[in-house]
């Protein structure tokens, strides 16, 4: 039951992240405030989730993956439970930073399914795992938006509080604790540094659109995270035990992933935004279907379900031709989908079909990346290194978020007296994100073809061997 309970946790990890996202138009007159303070709650987790993930991979790495995944998913819970119980913004804002701790869910269910399972049933385990969070975000999108029309947004919250206290349950139950560490103290310095780094890259990216690009507060973000994360890098690589292992991390087998989910993250990201909003465009400017929420909901359901089932087709890919082909593929897939897109954004089928060509590329490129770094990195770095893998993703989804508000505020047209974007700004962004997936089809092909550690043993023979060097010592 181990890997079915990791990707329950999974789904439910991204279903949390997006089930606020059909509130927002309302939540100003439902909490009675602004909606530059509404928008912090989808902030507080972009910026939560980014922040601990590395860091909770990392103590899972040292102090017990299931332990950290445990705690990972207890935040979640009660983050759930606060906001299925108040209405005051701050509290929510609160509430939802507690709730991006699970962003850690992915990584550290990668590294325990490393140590776990044979190598057999390792990748297509990894590759399920890793498509989990474009199928949860499928999945809670349509299901937010039911609960929102026919019933008060408060109960939203209590089903997610339901999914996530089942979800800690099962793992408690299902999920053992994996005998691989890494031991030594935790670097507290190291991830306050990496937490400021990534507050003020993220704070300015996620804030520019409204505070202004050239806004002094924007700049002195992107000024302070240069220092800061300058700073940082210093201070990791002097470390005895750094938060993360920069002299690794930067070798092309594990640096060339991680710019690579950057570059996935930016044009998956760009098919769920720019579709949610073109589909419900008023049908008086030309293109707009008007579309309900709960109907846009259902027009991203098929890319969901095309993610689940196609992950065991991934991870096969992966066996036979290598991850670092996989990952090739999967980025040319999304390109094509947005050829797709491009070619006809007027017609419903149409649509869905290029949606769901860009997932099924997700779903290559999202198998295939914790496979290479599991092949690139030690097994007592698997939970660290894959969170920072996909806190690269996270950083590609903001900046994705960002571009696509900024081409589609240049490019509108007044529908009504009603500013509305025109096609053509969709069209660009389709463009841009599309040239971005070819970008990452050739980072991805620059890889080096054998990343697999040759001098790392399995887990369990590691930690075997070691149990026999300290009796023989004794």
């Not at 079915?4 to 100003?28: R, S, Y």
């Not at 928008?39 to 017990?64: E, F, H, I, N, Q």
């Not at 290559?364 to 990346?369: H, I, K, M, P, R």
């Not at 991805?444 to 369990?460: E, F, G, M, S, Y």
Request: net charge positive.
């Amino acid at each position: 039951m181990t890997v079915p309970v990791l990707a329950f946790g999974g789904i439910l990890m991204a279903v949390t992240q997006t089930v606020v996202v059909p509130l927002l138009p309302d939540l100003p007159r439902l909490t009675n405030s602004s909606a530059g303070a509404v928008s912090w709650l989808v902030t507080a987790t972009l910026l939560s989730g980014a922040v601990l993930t590395p860091v909770l991979g990392r103590a899972g790495d040292m102090y017990g993956k299931r332990r950290v995944l445990l705690m990972a998913l207890a935040l979640m819970t009660l983050g759930s439970l606060v906001c299925a119980l108040t209405s005051d913004i701050r509290i929510l804002i609160a509430a939802r930073a507690l709730q991006g701790a699970a962003a850690a869910v992915i990584p550290l269910s990668i590294s325990i399914l490393r140590d776990e399972l044979p190598p057999e049933r390792t990748g297509s385990a990894v590759a399920m795992m890793s498509s989990t969070l474009g199928i949860g975000a499928a999945l809670g999108l349509p299901l937010a938006a039911l609960i929102v029309q026919y019933a008060n947004w408060h109960v939203m919250f209590w089903v997610t509080t339901a999914l996530s206290a089942a979800g800690l349950a099962l793992a408690r139950w299902a999920v053992r604790e994996s005998p691989v560490r890494e031991p030594g103290r935790f670097d507290t310095l190291g991830a306050l540094g990496l937490a400021a780094g990534l507050v003020c890259l993220l704070l300015g990216v996620s804030q520019g659109g409204q505070w202004g690009w050239t806004s002094p507060r924007i700049l002195g973000l992107f000024v302070a995270c240069v220092v800061v994360l300058t700073l940082w890098s210093m201070q990791q690589r002097r470390a005895e035990r750094p938060l993360v292992d920069l002299k690794l991390a930067t070798r092309p087998r594990v640096a060339l992933p991680h710019v690579t989910a950057l570059l996935t993250g930016f044009s998956f990201y760009a098919n769920t935004l720019v579709t949610a909003q073109l589909v419900q465009a008023p049908v008086a400017t030309g293109y707009g279907l008007g579309l309900s929420i709960v109907a846009t909901g259902l027009c991203l359901l098929p890319s969901g379900v095309t993610m689940l089932l196609l992950s065991p087709v991934s991870a096969r890919i992966s066996m036979s031709r290598g991850p670092r082909v996989t990952l090739a593929i999967g980025a040319a897939i999304i390109a094509v989908g947005y050829v797709v897109r491009i070619a006809d954004s007027r017609d419903l089928w149409v649509i869905i079909l290029g949606a769901t060509v860009v997932s099924i590329g997700t779903t290559f490129a999202y198998s295939a990346l914790p496979t290479l770094i599991i092949r690139a990195v030690p097994a007592g770095q698997t939970a660290s290194a894959n969170g920072v893998n996909v806190l690269m993703r996270t950083v590609g989804q903001a900046v994705c978020s960002a571009a696509v508000a900024a081409v589609l505020v240049h490019h509108t047209s007044l529908v009504g007296g009603v500013s509305i974007p025109t096609l053509h700004g969709y069209l660009l962004a389709f463009a841009i994100a599309g040239t971005v997936a070819l970008v990452a089809c050739a980072a991805a092909l620059a890889i080096p073809a054998d990343a697999a550690p040759r001098d790392t043993p399995p887990a369990r023979d590691r930690t075997a061997a070691t149990h026999d060097e300290a009796l023989e010592g004794a």
